[in-house]
C-alpha cells in the first residue's frame, strides 16, 4: 500500500476510488475463499501465517487487476475530452 501513496496523492479524486474497489474485490474473495490472517499485517510477507494461502495469492493478483482496469479507465475517460477539444479547436 505505501508504493500507491504517491499516486493516490498525485490525483485523489480518480486513483483513491479505484484503490477501494480494488481493496473491496480482494477482501470479498479472501472472505468467500476462507483466507485467514494470524498476523497484524498483509501482503506477501505474512504469507507463513495465513491459511488458504492459494486464495490469498489469487485474491491480491485479481484486486490489484480490478484496480488497475479502473484506474486505467477512469485516465482514459479523462483524457478523451481534452482530445476532442484540441482537434475541434484545430
Keep these: 500500500t505505501e508504493g500507491a501513496i504517491p499516486f493516490a496523492a498525485a490525483d485523489p479524486l480518480r486513483v483513491i476510488p479505484c484503490i477501494m474497489l480494488g481493496s473491496m474485490v480482494a477482501s470479498v474473495m479472501a472472505m468467500l475463499g476462507g483466507v485467514g490472517d ?7 510477507i505474512v504469507l507463513f501465517v495465513v491459511d488458504n ?5 489469487v485474491a491480491i493478483v485479481v484486486g490489484t487487476i480490478a484496480t488497475a482496469l479502473a ?5 482514459s475517460m479523462a483524457r478523451k475530452p481534452a482530445a476532442e477539444n484540441a482537434e475541434v479547436s484545430a
Design 38 to 44: 494470524h498476523a497484524p499485517h498483509g501482503g506477501p
Design 71 to 75: 484506474i486505467i479507465t477512469l485516465k
Design 53 to 57: 494461502h492459494l486464495m490469498y495469492v
